[in-house]
């Protein structure tokens, strides 16, 4: 954690630690919670709470959200901290790069921890270009993240989203690349869409999701347009006839192989096509 102040190393009393301020990383009561809360039950925190001081007798936590909760969860009443002095915005860069490290992080997750390390870095002034269509040089990938610059603008475009749209992406009901054209529709026509893909029972796919950006910027998307478009047959979704090989290889020669046995099955389709229209001839 870069500063020009060495943090101070104390033990803290758990009730004067309080999360980061609209922090965008869940703190989940899951399974890996309780391997936390057994490790710090058995060996005790082994590593520090990063917190930060503030303006009243509380410290707002920097680095340790879920090491934090185990401990509560323990029942324990002090815990191991390097207190740092340091403004807002430098904290929320830190909080950013302290976690985007971690596993299974969320879309919408890295979507708001990276827009708060933008916004932080821009009141700054540090410049970066991730709000605008050019996207490159200005703004190196080390800027904000590992990420390539312009995956971390098609994250942050999904804080665009209103939150139902944003929890299909976390549940991948919807893909990245698709929910990124979505986040360009207005949020009355982002509640259209929601509405339409729960009465249909259906996600639009890349294509109509670029459609439906194309008719919202020019001013022509409506219900209407919204349902017509999710309707049309997707092509990954067009009905398929499929036959499993070992219910039809006995009617083939055994050394005949799968590619011979399509090959012939379409041969004799096509001549079951002429001797079925020459028939429709000769009864005319």
């Not at 207005?186 to 439906?212: G, I, W």
Request: aromatic residues 6%.
């Amino acid at each position: 954690m870069q500063t020009n102040t060495p943090p101070r190393a104390e033990f803290l009393p758990i009730d004067k630690l309080r999360p980061f301020e609209n922090h965008p990383f869940r703190v989940k009561d899951d399974a890996e919670m309780d391997q936390l809360v057994f490790s710090v039950l058995t060996q005790g925190l082994l590593t520090p709470i990063v917190v930060r001081e503030t303006d009243t007798a509380e410290y707002e936590v920097i680095s340790g959200h879920r090491r934090l909760r185990a401990c509560q969860k323990a029942g324990i009443e002090t815990v191991p901290a390097l207190i740092y002095s340091m403004d807002r915005d430098t904290a929320i860069i830190a909080l950013v790069d302290s976690n985007l490290h971690r596993e299974h992080l969320l879309p919408s997750e890295k979507a708001f921890a990276y827009r708060m390390k933008m916004e932080a870095e821009s009141r700054q002034g540090q410049r970066n270009d991730l709000t605008s269509d050019q996207v490159g040089p200005k703004l190196t990938a080390s800027t904000i993240s590992e990420d390539s610059a312009s995956q971390v603008k098609r994250y942050i475009r999904l804080t665009y989203l209103i939150p139902e749209i944003l929890q299909m992406v976390d549940e991948q009901k919807i893909a990245l690349t698709p929910a990124v054209e979505l986040s360009y529709l207005t949020e009355s026509e982002q509640r259209d869409l929601l509405e339409t893909m729960e009465s249909e029972d259906c996600t639009p796919s890349l294509s109509q999701s670029q459609q439906l950006k194309k008719l919202s910027q020019s001013g022509a998307l409506d219900m209407d347009r919204i349902l017509e478009l999710l309707q049309q047959p997707k092509a990954n979704q067009e009905e398929k006839l499929r036959f499993d090989l070992k219910d039809i290889r006995r009617y083939f020669p055994k050394n005949y192989t799968t590619e011979r046995i399509q090959k012939t099955i379409l041969q004799l389709l096509e001549k079951f096509e002429r001797n079925w229209k020459r028939r429709s001839l000769d009864e005319r």
